[in-house]
């Protein structure tokens, strides 16, 4: 038997293994039974059997199928906002200058550490909504605000508060060396052996996080620091992941690749050398196309050179108060077209197949295929390059999560009321 069947619609697979371009199957069906994929393919295919078997039926009207979308990089659990630094970014003060004015990360870590655990709690919430109303299904939340035991913590639990509270998955990430907070007791190289020695162990005793990540820049962490952090993540049986190559070549991406880090994020400044790393190691691109258009950054991340080494890139919507201030992250796929020149096909790739592997959920979530999760978004689209053209997101007529009707739109309800 089979939970639920949907017919009527072209499905993008996503799985390399199935047509070019999007794994693509016009007329296709999905089974769904307790919770994943039990068969995909043409509708033509289907076993003879195929309308008993199922306990429901779904026609769809000639809907497109997704995966769900995967948000693989956000910092969205934050107190406060900071809107009362626009002005500087648009007066033309630098990211680094408004942080060396208190500003930046630091603003934030003061409200965050203000907020209670509710405040977070419901802040984020509705957050969450908005972005589970762009079709996503699985988002990773970073804590980092916190910079001190007891607000990372309560970070780390809204986090694992706002899974149990939505259908949807949230994978934590643990990022302690966002900065260096100003009140530490001993200082820089206090904070780190505080990192490595307490809230690591800790973290992963309790898994409280799935990855470490740090950020690796000027104005954060130095090669070296983030270095002795990896070593301990991963000696903790931790993933790592790093912001690299944001505002300038620290050589980040090229030592979170020799950590085996799922995936080095940003890389403006990306060289040869790391794109090399990268490739070698397996380690995901991230790119974050709203931190580029908020900075007003000028410089590309290194596209060609990514694409001829074969590194696979994710997008995503960086979701924070400092530089991605994004409740969309429908807009992502199209601003990863239009300001980094992804296809279409690249750019669904990347918040779906590529996403999941930067997360390290690679073989259950991110394409359809039997076995995988049924995490699925539907689109009243009839070709996928409206995903990335329609300039404002386009929203799904509904999504699935693990076979569930997770979010539902108003045309959809409509739709099915006749
Ligand atoms: O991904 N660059 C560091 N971290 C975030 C920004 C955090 C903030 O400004 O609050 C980013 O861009
Ligand atoms: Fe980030």
Known sequence: MWDSLYL??????????????????RNGALAINDGTIA???????LPDDALTRAKVVHRLNGAWLTPGLV?????????????HEFDMLLNGKSYEEIAAQGGGIQATVKATREATETE???????????????GITTIEIKSGYGLDRETELRML????????????????????????????????????????NQMIPEIAKNKLAHAVDGFCETIGFTPDEIDKLF?????????????????SDQGGAALAASHGALSADHLEYLSQDGID????SGTVAVLLPAAFYVLRETRLPPIDGLRKAGVPMAIASDCNPGTAPVLSPGLIPGMASTLFRLTPEEAISGMTIHAA??????????????????????????????????????????????????YESHEYRLLKEG
């Open 71 to 83: 948000d693989c990089h956000t910092h969205m659990v934050f107190g406060g906002n900071r809107a």
């Open 277 to 280: 790393a990268m490739a070698a």
């Open 157 to 196: 639990k809204v986090a694992a508060r706002l899974e149990r509270n939505r259908p949807v998955r949230v994978m934590r990430t643990f990022l302690g060396a966002h900065a260096i907070p100003k009140d530490h007791p001993g200082g820089r190289a206090g904070y780190v052996d505080f990192l490595i």
């Open 120 to 134: 977070l709690y419901e802040s984020a919430l509705r957050r969450l909504d908005r972005m589970r109303a762009d």
């Open 39 to 45: 068969w995909i393919g043409p509708e033509s295919a």
């Open 231 to 247: 070593k301990a993540a991963r000696s903790h049986g931790l993933h790592v992941k790093l912001h690299a190559e944001q505002l």
């Open 357 to 406: 592997r930067a997360l390290g959920l690679a073989d259950s979530v991110g394409q359809l295929r039997v076995g995988f999760k049924a995490d699925i978004a539907a689109w009243a689209v009839g070709d996928l390059a409206e995903m990335c053209y329609w300039v404002g997101s386009t929203k799904p007529l509904f999504t699935l999560f693990n076979g569930q009707l997770a």
């Open 8 to 25: 009527d619609c072209h499905l993008a697979s996503m799985d390399p293994a199935v047509n070019k371009p999007f794994g693509a199957i």
